[in-house]
């Protein structure tokens, strides 16, 4: 019997957190290595485990696995969240690209300055309410399902949930004026899975703080300043 996928990164959210939400969905535990210092880091280097020398990475089947997408197009194949034929699929592909690009503009949000964060923050809700929202509001109007692909469960919605966790917290009645993606919140979030990862003392990460921050600087030696779009 394989053991639990174990993964490397640090304690935090980042991107491993999608990762995280996409086994917690699928009921799936999983054991965790956080990145504290960089000898640590190093040693995963030396040991040409990380392919293209960046984190996350996933123990998983034998193999480890780098880089985001494919790991999360593995899970979510090997765990039937990506659809039920490659038309299914090309739209899972799709609507889960456009939650990357909208959480592209929070990933980066702990690494600002105090001023730079507040022109992020506009610009995340800015983007979420003018582009992305509407969008998927429209996808789950417009078929009149439950889910946003083939009336099932899969990782566009797991990836959809998480993103409106995430503008939420940047501003909290974002979704007033989307009553579909209001009930698809509700919807999924009660799915026995989700709601137990939603739960306190679950391995979701919380909002990154000043010291995951200080973390990451100094395991991968980033301080240079990073800048608002």
Not at 131 to 153: C, I, M, T, W
Not at 188 to 217: A, C, H, M, N, W
Request: proline share 4%.
């Amino acid at each position: 019997m394989a053991g639990k996928p174990k993964l490397y990164y640090f304690d935090g959210r980042g991107k491993m957190e999608s990762i995280r939400w996409l086994l917690a969905a699928a009921g799936v535990e999983f054991e965790e290595e956080f990145l504290e210092t960089r000898e640590q880091y190093e040693k995963l280097l030396q040991g040409e485990f990380l392919l293209f020398q960046q984190v996350p990475m996933v123990e998983m089947d034998g193999m480890k696995m780098v880089q985001t997408r494919a790991i999360l197009s593995y899970i979510a194949a090997k765990y039937n969240l990506y659809g039920k034929d490659l038309q299914e699929r090309a739209l899972i592909d799709m609507y889960v690209g456009g939650t990357d690009d909208l959480m592209g503009f929070i990933l980066m949000f702990p690494f600002l300055s105090a001023e730079d964060k507040e022109k992020q923050r506009a610009l995340i809700v800015q983007k979420a309410t003018s582009r992305y929202f509407p969008a998927y509001e429209k996808v789950l109007k417009d078929h009149g399902q439950d889910f946003l692909v083939g009336n099932s469960f899969s990782w566009a919605d797991v990836h959809l949930l998480e993103a409106i966790l995430m503008v939420e917290e940047k501003k909290s009645d974002v979704l007033a004026g989307f009553p579909q993606l209001q009930a698809f919140k509700a919807r999924i979030s009660s799915i026995p899975t989700i709601k137990k990862f939603l739960e306190p003392g679950s391995q979701r990460k919380p909002v990154p703080d000043d010291k995951y921050v200080e973390t990451v600087r100094r395991v991968l030696c980033m301080y240079y300043n990073i800048k608002a779009n």
